[in-house]
């Protein structure tokens, strides 16, 4: 393993962790296709030796917690060195449809089988994942309290809650960290949840850098989905905002061979130096691919390269492409 460098502190704790995280949703297998153990195994392993020290998982990634147990399997002997954050408050239920409860006594439970299928005493960082519409967030907020103060977990966070939900989480459980999506083309928290977690000293780890592969520029026009991806159910890979995109992909393919890297690094590291970002989370299935984004660590894009990205944006912003 790599020793991280350019470490960030998250929150006001003494975790440090890599600007670049792995997002290990695509591992479980859920949505992602072609997914299997050694690949999955092989791009931890990746991450680790390309300087990542930061891994996020849930409870709910996989249907029977893949995520976290191949996470347990790969880091096993070098705990210490890697950074855990995970989440609790969803599941799968026997269809095979996600279901909230984020009812105390499910926060407790569900971070308890995550320990377990790890094999961990306790998680850096956990999350709840996103607000049940019949638990009141105060409720849930007591559960993550009771996990820091027996021990089971270093920090809390929560993840897709609005700012309203997280002022009433962290009035009971101190938040140390908030997970919203965030990317070139969605950059609504900019407006209310960046500035409110910067004067709390929250840190704000993002996901979907790459919308969902759109901006890692290998779904261009003309291509042709597996009728099975589950990518097809967003307006973003369809019709005009499709095209609109396109261009922001043109623009970027130009700023990339200039500087001689890619537009999944480009992208990440716009992602990773944004005022109030302090980490990014890049899902990986291969190697290969964390492999490249985690190269945006090393670098950092001149003014003349953010300047014609903000102008593309602006002009996209003008289309209605921003949703």
């Given amino acids: ?16 962790i890599s600007p670049v995280a792995l997002g290990c949703w695509p591992i479980a297998g859920m949505t992602s296709l072609q997914v299997n153990d050694t690949d999955s195994l092989a791009t931890i392993d990746a991450a680790l030796d390309s300087g990542i020290n930061f891994l996020d998982t849930a409870y709910c990634y996989g249907a029977n917690g ?5 996470i347990g399997q790969a880091i096993r002997g070098r705990r210490d060195q890697v950074v855990i954050a995970s989440k609790g408050g969803v599941h799968w239920n026997a269809e095979v449809k996600q279901q909230n409860d984020a009812r105390p006594e499910t926060i407790l439970r569900q971070c308890d089988e995550s320990l377990q299928r790890m094999a961990f005493d306790v998680i850096d960082l956990h999350y709840l994942h996103s607000p049940d519409p019949h638990v009141p967030i105060a409720e849930s907020a007591g559960a993550f309290a009771r996990l820091i103060e027996v021990g089971k977990i270093r920090a809390a966070g929560a993840s897709n809650l609005n700012v309203t939900q997280l002022a009433e989480f962290h009035s009971v459980c101190p938040l140390t960290a ?27 780890i993002h996901y979907w850098p790459l919308m969902k592969g759109l901006l890692a520029g290998k779904i261009r026009r003309g291509h042709v989905f597996d009728p099975h991806d589950s990518r097809l159910k967003y ?54 691919q964390i492999r490249e984004t985690s190269d945006a660590m090393s670098w950092e894009l001149d003014a003349s390269s953010l300047q014609k990205i903000e102008d593309c944006i602006a002009s996209l912003n003008r289309s209605a492409i921003v949703g």
């Fill in 1 to 16: 393993m790599v020793i991280a460098r350019n470490l960030r502190r998250l929150g006001e704790t003494d975790i440090w």
């Fill in 66 to 70: 893949e995520s976290e147990r191949l």
């Fill in 178 to 204: 908030v997970q919203p999506k965030y990317n070139l083309l969605q950059r609504d928290i900019e407006a209310d949840l960046i500035p409110w977690c910067q004067s709390r000293h929250i840190s704000v």
């Fill in 235 to 288: 307006e973003v890979f369809q019709g005009e905002k499709f095209e609109l995109a396109q261009r922001l992909l043109d623009e970027l393919d130009k700023i990339a061979a200039a500087i001689n890297k890619s537009v999944p690094q480009v992208v990440i590291n716009w992602s990773i130096n944004r005022p109030g970002i302090t980490a990014t989370l890049c899902g990986a299935k291969r190697d290969w």
